[in-house]
């Protein structure tokens, strides 16, 4: 009986242990934490009643193998918990201006009136938000190499500044436009949208826990990609009315969405492309050693910069 128990505490305790891998990086996509952890750690604390309660009977347990792997294990998933909750505390307060009706509300309304047109944008912007991520790469190594941005005019800004900036704040804004769509349009509730003011400034779509945490993995990556994959359309959009037209605030507006999306970009969590390189790579590179080589690579992007940086720096003050 202590036996099959036992077995029985390890499927379970092996479970949660995947769920909690998979909660910090939805909950940064969007899904809140709070009640999935309650639940969680109201569970925790059965089993670990449940393990007490079968020392206690048997002594003899104290050295059992079988006993003392799923005792292990048991502190590996607690200790996982925890280091979750502490992560979801903030480490220093910001302003969150936030609506819990009717920008959900919108979204949803929005999703209903043309399904056939957003679920078409959807799959758009996610074969863009997909391109973003190595096209950020490049852009970023272009910029550090060459000391300017791409697409901007090589002569003074002046007043084009203000535009570039607007534009900046304009792709906040389309961003989390897409990322609402995505959740509209796959049945995932909204708890909540708005802006967070800290020690960034950003948007936030938060969706509802239950509907995201039931939703089909892929949508995970959608969600990921629809925002700089909207950026990226948008940006195409107003750098090519900027070029027919000569109008330099639409080249300014649109480099400012692009610069947006590429920061939202880099292929490392809790960014958006971190989010879309892993999922790709976890879901179609098969071989464990290629993977890994994939995943730990994405650092060599920061030392190249950082020697460019350094060397095309140098040369231009000399």
């Not at 020392?55 to 280091?83: C, I, M, Q, S, Y």
């Not at 203000?162 to 704040?169: A, K, N």
Request: one cysteine or more; glycine letters at 12%; proline letters at 4%.
């Amino acid at each position: 009986m202590q036996q099959t128990e036992l077995v029985t505490l390890e499927k379970r305790l092996t479970k949660i242990g995947k769920s909690l891998d998979g909660l910090r990086s939805a909950a940064q996509r969007g899904a809140p934490l709070e009640s999935t952890l309650g639940d969680i750690n109201q569970s925790l604390n059965g089993y670990g009643a449940a393990l007490k309660e079968l020392r206690d009977e048997n002594e003899g347990l104290r050295d059992d193998p079988d006993f003392l792997r799923v005792t292990a294990l048991f502190r590996e998933v607690r200790d996982k918990l925890e280091h979750i909750y502490d992560g979801a505390e903030p480490s220093e307060p910001a302003v969150h201006v936030t609506s819990g009706e009717w920008l959900p509300k919108f979204f949803a309304q929005t999703a209903e009136k043309h399904p056939g047109l957003w679920k078409t944008f959807e799959k758009v912007v996610y074969f863009l938000g997909a391109l973003m991520v190595p096209f950020g790469l490049g852009y970023i190594t272009f910029a550090v190499f060459k000391w300017q941005l791409p697409f901007l005019p090589q002569n003074g800004w002046g007043r084009d500044a203000v535009f570039f900036g607007l534009g900046f704040f304009g792709g906040l804004v389309v961003h989390e436009f897409a990322h609402g769509i995505v959740l509209a349009n796959n049945g995932i509730g909204i708890k909540r949208v708005g802006a967070v003011f800290g020690k960034i400034i950003g948007g936030m779509v938060e969706a509802e826990e239950e509907s995201f945490f039931q939703s089909d993995p892929v949508i995970y990556t959608r969600f990921s990609a629809a925002g700089i994959g909207c950026n990226a359309l948008t940006a195409f959009v107003l750098l090519v009315l900027g070029a027919l037209t000569g109008i330099r605030a639409l080249t300014f507006l649109g480099a400012g969405d692009l610069l947006c999306g590429v920061m939202n970009a880099y292929p490392a969590s809790p960014m958006d492309g971190g989010w879309v390189y892993e999922d790709l790579v976890e879901r179609h590179v098969q071989s464990e050693s290629l993977r890994r080589v994939l995943l730990g690579g994405r650092i060599v992007f920061f030392f190249l910069w950082l020697i460019l940086f350094a060397c095309f720096g140098i040369l231009r003050f000399m």
